[in-house]
């Protein structure tokens, strides 16, 4: 077997146990409270050790938050698919449909991880400053787009930043009507409110 298999099974089997560790704890702070349960509530639910929790999570909170890590990239990479003489906002709006795909396929856990994200402020408090952390990459996306790529200019960068203010405020809606109202029209409208007359 070639180092680079290796690395891949290592790499699934990795993945798979971070996903396992993962549904224990949102289990368990849906259950107590996240406030109320430890790194070692967490490892000892889970069967593992704390440290070993840890070597696959450095803190409770990223137990939780980690599922939205790979976010930006896809949502950068969908705004680079992007048609080239499509507009930065509508751009930046299909873009987003790749974040929100995951709240149709399972409206329950995701209306679940939304609630437990909103309503607890270190977890909101520490997504909002990652999700921040988006702002230069979708930027540097819409800079990209086109048959010669271009510097980032403030209007990108202002505009990749009002375009996940309104993800957040759709997200907002949407969970205050527990996941009946569709987040594609609530996302629409949230544009639509920003889109030049």
């Not at 509530?41 to 137990?63: I, M, P, Q």
Request: with cysteine.
């Amino acid at each position: 077997m070639s180092g680079a298999a290796r690395t891949s099974t290592r790499d699934i089997a990795r993945a798979a146990v971070r996903v396992e560790l993962a549904q224990v704890a949102f289990d368990l702070f849906r259950r107590e409270g996240f406030d109320r349960v430890t790194v070692n509530d967490l490892a000892a639910a889970a069967g593992v050790s704390r440290s070993t929790f840890l070597r696959y999570f450095g803190s409770k909170e990223e137990a939780v938050l980690g599922a939205f890590d790979a976010q930006a990239e896809r949502v950068a990479d969908a705004l680079r698919a992007r048609p080239a003489d499509e507009d930065d906002w509508t751009a930046l709006r299909r873009a987003l449909d790749t974040v929100i795909e995951h709240y149709h396929q399972d409206r329950g856990g995701a209306l679940a991880l939304t609630h437990l994200v909103r309503g607890t402020p270190a977890l909101c408090s520490r997504q909002l400053e990652k999700q921040h952390g988006w702002c230069p990459a979708l930027a540097q996306a819409l800079a990209a787009r086109g048959d010669s790529p271009r510097p980032v200019t403030l209007a990108q960068s202002v505009r990749a930043a009002a375009a996940l203010d309104c993800l957040n405020v759709a997200l907002d809606h949407w969970t205050a009507s527990e996941g009946e109202l569709d987040l594609v029209d609530l996302l629409d409208e949230t544009f639509a409110a920003l889109a030049s007359r």
